[in-house]
């Protein structure tokens, strides 16, 4: 008689158990969202003379002064800070004083700022797929401190651009900057 009695009330609780579970199924309801978010891209290239390639001249002489128009170009999709570094460099470690890099804005100050630590920043922000105002404009060889050394010797001005995502203050771990130089543009959202 227990036992008809165990089973009797596990067979009920069964059955009730089912009646609920199958009743709280209508009163129940799912939904999913997924949420996708992508990551911006800070791409650049550097124009020399509105090309991609970088300028080649042969044949060069003391004295002369040669076009070489440096901007950087945004490819990205961030707001980004641009900075620059141009070195120039004499096959077999030549002197340097011969070479007089000739900035766009003469003495530098409207668009770019010398940061002393052998970069140029851009003054604004770029936007994406925007062109920075030139950096440089021209390159000279001094002829009266270009001497029979320098005869076969090649020249290269090495031109370096980087660009940080302008939020953020990225460019402190980026650049290990504790601020931007100053004349720089701040960030806003």
Known sequence: ??????????????????????????????????????????????LENGQTNPVVKENVNPGDIYDKEVKVESLGSKRTYVRVSIN?????????????????????GTHWVDGGDGWYYYKHILAAGAVTEPLLSKVEIIGSLTGDDYQG?????NVKAEAVQASHEAYKDAWGLSNMPTGIEPWTE
């Open 88 to 108: 120039p460099v004499w096959e077999g470690n030549l002197p340097i004083n011969n070479v007089n890099l000739i900035f766009a804005d003469g003495e530098l």
């Open 153 to 157: 010797k090649k020249l290269t001005v």
């Open 1 to 46: 008689m227990k036992k008809s009695f165990l089973i009797g009330l596990l067979v009920f609780s069964l059955v009730a158990l089912l009646v609920v579970g199958g009743t709280m199924a209508w009163f129940t309801d799912t939904k999913e969202a997924s949420n996708k978010f992508t990551a911006g891209t800070v791409k650049i290239q550097i």
